[in-house]
């Protein structure tokens, strides 16, 4: 009898203890934000350029979150969907033409032909084109995310994207892809 | 924690003692490829004649590329600063020679890929006059003297060329400091004679990196197959102040791999990802001890460096003192290069070393050796096979990877398990690839996927960074927003206490103010307004009427006798839009719109000022026209613009217009929409 009570007394016991401490996990560890959308916006390239229809990548993110297509990063290209198919694990889409290898790009302005509008600065979402009014406006490369948004507004049009050189730092070591001239003897 | 420390030190105490008793240890892995030195390790340093153009990469080093600090045109003396270092790792580039600056361009570089970098071309006077020289002692400040390395432009001249001065500012406490005479490379004698020759300026140099560093022990390593560089460099050692051991170690491939020569010489392994120094060891190439005693001592900074040249198909090969940016085809012609077809020019060794894209590249200074190899001595390599996983290649590897499933991961382009098989110690040295037997080229597996690795953190970096820009910058324009609102607020909350304080206090104004409202409403009780509303839609008909007739004078004189101040007031708004569209016009469009403005002037505001949006429209239209001509002659696409304009030039205009409208609707449209989905 004393057997019996005593096991009764001890599962019950260990039933309390683990039913506290869960409960005092699942308050402590509650996890607030939508770990997915965080995840997808992880893997987004943070172009920040809207042309996936969103303002920025975070509300891009937390779209694909919650249902919506997947191939709609342009700069992202092939390599984005798939990670993103892969996270999410839903087929790729066959439908996306987003097939062609990315060429990163950075806005240029041509310095002569800027009249100082500002209108550039104000459509950077990176903060990344310095100047004032009536005074000329220049790219700093290395924020530049190469989203395009300053092109459209330039009245001027004196922005170009310009694609980024490859020097011996970024060189991918593709041995047979080497373009070579003939010099003259 | 102090027993740590103190099993620490015994640790270090046995293995200095070991070291002072002779022992040596054994990497892991190593081969024997042919060693062929034979042809120029018995061949003193000699020069060639100076060339008529030096190029000079400001890339010559592993780092940030230099800076110019000279102009196009500018005179310069031997010795002189070029190009100074840019950040920590980088280093200067020195003037070999004197003479005068002739270009700042992009020039082939010494680089397996060919790609072009920035490069100083001097053109010398074949005086060769050295700048003022300022020698420095043993005994002078440490900082002085590191700072004179960095401004030498000093790099490792072993081969990778890291910037010297980086490694001997180190702040770790440094037990060994190992100088590199291994050489392990087929073909290559160029430190080899440098120790036969200069002994004793390598011990100077030495000598100054160990005030410096204030190492417990100094060794310099030199692989057994070179008996006289053994002997000279114990005859120098000698002859100095400071204890140097001179170790002979035994010929294996890689043995001069910095992380492989400090394991044989003090059985400490570098940790993954960790640099010597974290170990207190630093290792530097006996060459570049050469060059810091010649900078420090001699205010020398390095104009030059000694290359082995050799290959069959050089008739005379030898080691040759040759100033930094002499031409790689010229030290050839030198060396009396007969080519083949197909001729490959290898920089470096067989085994790390690349062939060259251009012949007209130029030696850097990590440059120790140019192999002119017929296709017999030097064949290419078969074609590639399937692995069979025979596990050579995990033999001999000496950093202790699996070469074979990392050759998996990279062609599946796996970085994360590339990462996990320490894909970063892999030293390049090819010793995996010369044993397989399906001849698979695994280092250029490795190189390709390090490339692509560093690339994807490169842009994870940079995503992180505009992530972070973006966010900024969205804060900030929300509390600009929130500012302007509370500024607004604050204006309009002291507007109406000051209102309510002048009622209050000033009885005389309220009096007035009484007095004003009275007569305003006297004003409105008689049928006034209505006349007046009556006429101001007559005058609208009618200025609407005088605008369609395209002469602005009489409208104005119609609607004077009706409201002489409402119309002064539409004139003058009608003047300085017609004014604004004007200027706007001249900015925008090019010389063949500046008719249409002179046109303009004389019509109505509205229609100017819609006048000048179709110019710009035109503007771009005509541009894009031009554009898709752009083969074509310029006649051909101003008189297709022409007949546009000639055709419908109303319809065009009235779409334009709309079509902008309704850009402008979506976009906002979208906007809206979308800041609701962000709420």
């Keep these: ?185 | 924690m102090l027993s740590l420390l103190s099993s620490w030190s015994l640790e270090l105490k046995t293995i200095i003692n070991l070291v002072d008793q002779g022992h040596q240890w054994k990497f892991h892995g190593g081969i024997h490829p042919p060693s062929r030195k034979e042809r120029t390790k018995t061949l003193a340093i000699s020069t060639i004649e100076m060339p008529q153009q030096l190029f000079l990469s400001l890339s010559q080093h592993i780092g940030q590329p230099a800076v110019p600090v000279v102009a196009i045109g500018d005179t310069v003396q031997k010795g002189q600063l070029l190009a100074k270092q840019d950040g920590f790792i980088s280093a200067a580039v020195i003037a070999p020679t004197s003479g005068t600056i002739s270009d700042i361009c992009q020039y082939s570089n010494c680089h397996i890929s060919g790609i072009e970098t920035q490069t100083i071309v001097l053109t010398p006077d074949h005086l060769n006059t050295w700048r003022t020289k300022l020698p420095l002692t043993l005994t002078s400040d440490h900082q002085q003297i590191l700072e004179r390395i960095k401004l030498s432009g000093i790099t490792g001249l072993g081969g990778a060329g890291f910037p010297a001065a980086v490694k001997l500012a180190t702040k770790a406490a440094i037990e060994f400091l190992i100088i590199n005479g291994a050489e392990c490379e087929p073909y290559i004698t160029s430190d080899d004679l440098l120790m036969q020759e200069r002994g004793a300026g390598i011990v100077a140099g030495i000598e100054i990196m160990a005030q410096l560093l204030k190492p417990q022990r100094i060794i310099i390593a030199i692989e057994d197959n070179k008996p006289q560089a053994i002997t000279a460099m114990k005859e120098a050692a000698k002859q100095s102040i400071i204890d140097i051991i001179v170790r002979a170690i035994p010929t294996l491939y890689p043995a001069g791999g910095e992380k492989q020569l400090i394991e044989v010489l003090t059985s400490k392994q570098v940790p993954s990802g960790k640099i010597p120094a974290d170990i207190g060891v630093v290792v530097q190439n006996v060459a570049t001890s050469h060059a810091i005693a010649n900078a420090v001592l001699l205010d020398e900074p390095i104009v030059s460096r000694i290359v082995t040249v050799t290959g069959e198909l050089v008739d005379k090969p030898g080691n040759y003192e040759v100033p930094i940016g002499t031409s790689i085809e010229q030290l050839l012609i030198h060396a009396q290069f007969k080519p083949q077809t197909q001729q490959k020019i290898i920089i470096g060794g067989p085994m790390m070393g690349f062939a060259l894209q251009q012949i007209n590249a130029p030696v850097i200074k990590s440059t120790n050796c140019v192999i002119a190899a017929s296709i017999n001595e030097l064949p290419d390599a078969p074609p590639e096979q399937n692995c069979i996983r025979c596990g050579d290649c995990e033999q001999v590897c000496p950093a202790n990877l699996l070469p074979q499933q990392l050759q998996w991961f990279a062609k599946d382009q796996d970085h994360k398990k590339l990462n996990d098989h320490n894909l970063f110690d892999c030293i390049e040295c090819g010793a995996c690839a010369f044993v397989c037997p399906s001849t698979i080229p695994l280092v250029q597996y490795y190189r390709v996927a390090k490339a692509e690795i560093r690339q994807t953190t490169e842009d994870k970096r940079q995503a992180d960074r505009a992530k972070d820009r973006f966010e900024q910058r969205n804060i900030r324009l929300e509390r600009d927003k929130q500012e302007r609102l509370e500024r607004s607020k604050k204006a309009a909350e002291v507007r109406q206490a000051a209102m309510s304080k002048n009622s209050d206090g000033d009885a005389v104004a309220a009096a007035l103010a009484r007095i004003k409202a009275k007569k305003a409403a006297a004003e409105e009780s008689s049928d006034a307004p209505n006349k007046d509303r009556v006429a101001a839609a007559i005058a609208r008909a009618k200025a609407k009427k005088s605008a369609q007739t395209t002469s602005p004078e009489p409208a104005a004189q119609e609607s004077d006798d009706i409201d002489p101040q409402k119309a002064r007031v539409a004139a003058a708004i009608a003047r300085a839009k017609a004014k604004k569209a004007a200027q706007q016009q001249k900015i925008d469009s090019s010389n063949d719109q500046s008719t249409n403005a002179d046109t303009i002037e004389t019509i109505d505001p509205k229609k100017a000022r819609i006048a000048a949006v179709i110019a710009k429209a035109k503007a771009k239209k005509t541009l894009e026209l031009e554009q898709a001509n752009n083969n074509g002659n310029d006649d051909k696409s101003v008189t297709v613009a022409d007949t546009i304009e000639t055709i419908d030039p109303k319809k065009a205009r009235i779409a334009a217009v709309i079509a902008k409208a309704k850009a402008k609707k979506a976009l906002e449209q979208q906007q809206s929409n979308n800041n609701n989905d962000q709420r």
């Design chain 1, 1 to 185: 009898m004393s057997f019996l009570l005593i096991a009764v007394i001890i599962l019950t016991g260990l039933g309390l203890v683990f039913g506290l401490l869960l409960g005092y996990a699942s308050i402590k560890f509650k996890v607030k934000e939508d770990p997915v959308a965080e995840k997808i916006d992880l893997l987004l390239p943070q172009t920040q350029c809207g042309q996936c229809g969103y303002p920025g990548c975070r509300p891009y993110a937390e779209a694909v979150a919650n249902g919506d297509d997947i191939t709609k990063c342009a700069p992202g290209g092939k390599a984005t969907i798939e990670q993103i198919a892969d996270l999410l694990s839903v087929p790729i889409p066959d439908n996306s033409n987003n097939d062609d290898i990315v060429i990163k790009k950075v806005a240029f302005i041509i310095e002569d032909d800027c009249i100082g509008c500002t209108k550039c600065i104000q459509a950077c979402p990176v903060d990344a084109i310095l100047g004032t009014t009536k005074q000329m406006h220049t790219v700093i490369i290395d924020e530049c995310t190469g989203c395009d948004l300053c092109v459209e507004p330039c009245p001027v049009d004196c922005i170009e994207m310009i694609p980024v050189a490859q020097t011996t730092k970024n060189w991918n070591w593709q041995l047979n892809a080497i373009p070579f001239k003939q010099l003259e003897s």
